[in-house]
């Protein structure tokens, strides 16, 4: 059973422009979200976080959005760069423990 | 400073085999939390570790098994491997049970192949 999901395995955005990146979840006791970014060959590492007590959270160019009523989140990416160019995990957690729950990932393209 | 470090990088081991994976803490954290990536998939809890007793366990077998020790660093032991068992082995650590605003640092992870 997915209760985090990634609708679209992959993305291509031009440098310069935004990327969104989607993630809905079906557990409403989630409260604590993070996107995590992975390049090959390593560890996911991670990006930004927001709690269900905001619906957006800013980071540099990174800001994630938060839609508890739909469940859904998102990743907004301005301006892409090519060294974005990574898989993208949302990740979840309810206040019943430190438990995560990833989604399947999307691929992020960046051409130059 | 180091990060998350996991050994071995890679391994192969044949079916009905038992294997270990080690992973050491970023230094400052207490608590290490054990992940399987499938091909194709999110990472999917194993385990968590903290004071050397497992705290919060996935939806995984009993084959499935850990340990912490007194310096934090930890291993996962997985018995009787089956085929379904190839996949990347993360290990990420945290300070105390309940993450920071930061999540967890994850190591490059172990990639266990079974034949």
């Not at chain 1, 993070?34 to 957006?56: N, V």
């Amino acid at each position: 059973d997915q209760q985090v999901k990634q609708n679209s395995p992959s993305l291509s955005v031009q440098e310069g422009r935004i990327s969104i990146l989607n993630c809905d979840y079906t557990n409403s006791m989630f409260d604590y979200f993070l996107w995590y970014k992975k390049y090959p060959a390593e560890g996911p590492t991670f990006l930004i976080s927001i709690s269900s007590i905001k619906d957006k959270n800013e980071d540099g160019r990174f800001t994630v959005f938060l839609n508890k009523s739909a469940k859904h989140l998102s990743l907004h990416i301005v301006p892409s760069q090519p060294g974005d160019s990574a898989v993208y995990f949302c990740a979840a957690s309810a206040n019943t423990g430190n438990q995560f729950y990833f989604g399947t990932g999307t691929s992020l393209t960046v051409i130059p | 400073d180091a990060g998350v470090t996991q050994s071995p990088t890679h391994l192969i081991k044949t079916r009905g085999q038992q294997v270990t994976l080690r992973c050491s803490p970023k230094s400052g954290h207490d608590t290490v939390s054990w992940y399987q990536q499938a091909l194709g998939q999110g990472p999917q809890f194993i385990f968590q570790y903290y004071e050397e007793e497992e705290r919060q366990r996935g939806n995984f077998p009993d084959r499935f098994s850990g340990h912490q020790f007194p310096n934090y660093s930890s291993e996962l032991n997985v018995n009787a491997l089956l085929l379904g068992d190839s996949a990347l082995y993360l290990c990420a650590s945290s300070w105390g049970i309940y993450t920071s605003n930061y999540g967890y640092t994850f190591g490059s992870g172990t990639r266990l192949t079974v034949v």
